[in-house]
């Protein structure tokens, strides 16, 4: 198989009759292979009588395996959650692992797609397990991703992992178009804000201020303070934007040398006006979503709180889990743990955890409590939009408002200047 890997796959179209005494043809019978032979003992190994084989070129699929278009694929959360579920349904129907990421390739939208579907498929023809193939792609599927496939792998059930994953991931996208939703407009309108806001300090300010020292009028010292912000605007904006790449790079390093300084950050971040309450909510859906699944897979519970702590994004969380897994190495419960973390988990999380511990129905419960949270979510949404656009509209308001406020300020002192003029 290492020296197959610079060879050619090619696509084969063939007729045969299936273990149920059924003809089988057409765009339904396709497998891709490195030669004609390899097809007919697949066939043969799954039940098939083979009648005919032929090589066919469908366009883009012909490719050498290894290209490197596959390793940089980055899928967006629906594309990946599609894909498991069409991966889930046909493994659900009894095809074959290769055989289905095969199908799954001639159905690709893209080069890139297909490359790796088909270097899946082939890998794991030659006996790779399915986690470790998936791991080698890190940039299109994480560690959660390949853990519900491993787990899969081991304890015999790839098709309920594979199904557990996709309903996962399709929960998690839904999530992420809830959070865009509520983005894309505040960011659509402060982007607005931010260009008018330019725009009058790069145009309008000078042409004032050109006025101004035509009349010879002595200015006001907001309305001079003003002028020498709108001529060195650029250097000011650079400026800006280099504390703020600055401030980045330093906060990232804080939050991974101290702990204290992690949690801090999350506290603060949890506690933002408008945002802060959403924010808290999305963190713990996506911890207790994941937890769920990963424990409803098979996973030991350790496995499955490091899995979930990743998949959280909140660096308090990940800081307090190491704990969390000692402690429960040790043989506490989780509930326990969780109880002296109060201002990270709210009462519904906690009590769902103890109760699933009590009747070992842990999986279960967070579920609930993560569906409880996604309609909490919900409601948020909803009504975050017109509070952002309120807010917005204030802030336009008042900004524009001062900056006209300013600009007009030397009109009295110029009114003054001209009159006294014309009286002499």
Not at 21 to 34: P, T
Not at 91 to 96: E, Q
Not at 353 to 374: P, Y
Not at 386 to 396: D, G, T
């Amino acid at each position: 198989m290492a020296e197959q890997k610079d060879e050619t796959l090619l696509t084969f179209q063939y007729e045969a009759i299936t273990p149920a005494g059924n003809r089988i043809k057409g765009s339904r019978a396709r497998m891709v292979a490195y030669n004609k032979e390899i097809v007919r003992r697949e066939l043969i190994d799954q039940g098939f009588i083979p009648i005919s084989i032929t090589q066919v070129n469908p366009k883009g699929l012909n490719r050498t395996i290894g290209q490197s278009s596959a390793k940089r694929l980055k899928m967006k959360s629906s594309v990946l959650a599609a894909f498991t579920r069409q991966l889930h349904e046909l493994l659900r129907a009894g095809i074959p692992a290769p055989r289905a990421l095969t199908s799954l390739a001639e159905e690709a939208p893209s080069a890139a797609l297909q490359e790796l579907c088909l270097d899946l498929s082939t890998k794991i023809s030659a006996g790779v397990p399915i986690g470790e193939c998936f791991a080698q792609y890190p940039r299109t599927f994480n560690e959660i991703y390949c853990a519900y496939l491993t787990a899969g792998e081991k304890t015999g059930a790839i098709v309920e992992s594979t199904g557990r994953l996709a309903k996962l991931l399709e929960r998690q996208a839904k999530m992420r178009n809830k959070l865009v939703s509520v983005a894309t407009y505040p960011m659509l309108v402060g982007g607005i804000i931010l260009l008018l806001m330019i725009g009058i300090l790069a145009f309008l300010v000078p042409q004032f201020a050109s006025v101004y020292k035509s009349f010879g009028a002595e200015l006001p010292g907001p309305t001079l303070a003003l002028i020498a912000i709108s001529r060195r605007l650029p250097m000011y904006l650079a400026l800006a934007a280099g504390v703020i790449f600055l401030l980045r790079i330093q906060f990232k390093r804080a939050v991974k040398r101290s702990r204290k300084f992690a949690i801090a950050a999350d506290k603060v971040k949890f506690r933002m006006p408008l945002f802060g309450k959403l924010l808290h909510r999305v963190t713990l859906y996506r911890w207790s979503t994941t937890l769920a699944g990963s424990l409803d897979a098979g996973l030991p519970q350790t496995q499955a709180l490091e899995i979930a702590a990743a998949a959280s994004g909140s660096n308090w969380i990940k800081r307090i889990t190491p704990g969390f897994i000692e402690s429960v190495t040790a043989g506490r419960p989780l509930s326990s743990l969780i109880g002296e973390s109060g201002r990270l988990y709210p009462p519904q999380v906690r009590t769902m955890i103890n109760t699933g511990e009590a009747s070992g129905e842990l999986s279960r419960l967070l579920e609930s409590a993560s569906d409880s949270m996604d309609s909490e979510i919900e409601a948020m949404v909803a009504t975050m939009g017109s509070k952002i656009e309120v807010f917005l509209l204030v802030f336009l308001a008042s900004s524009v408002g001062a900056i006209l406020v300013v600009l007009y300020l030397p009109i009295l002192t110029l009114a003054s200047s001209v009159g006294k003029s014309l009286g002499g």
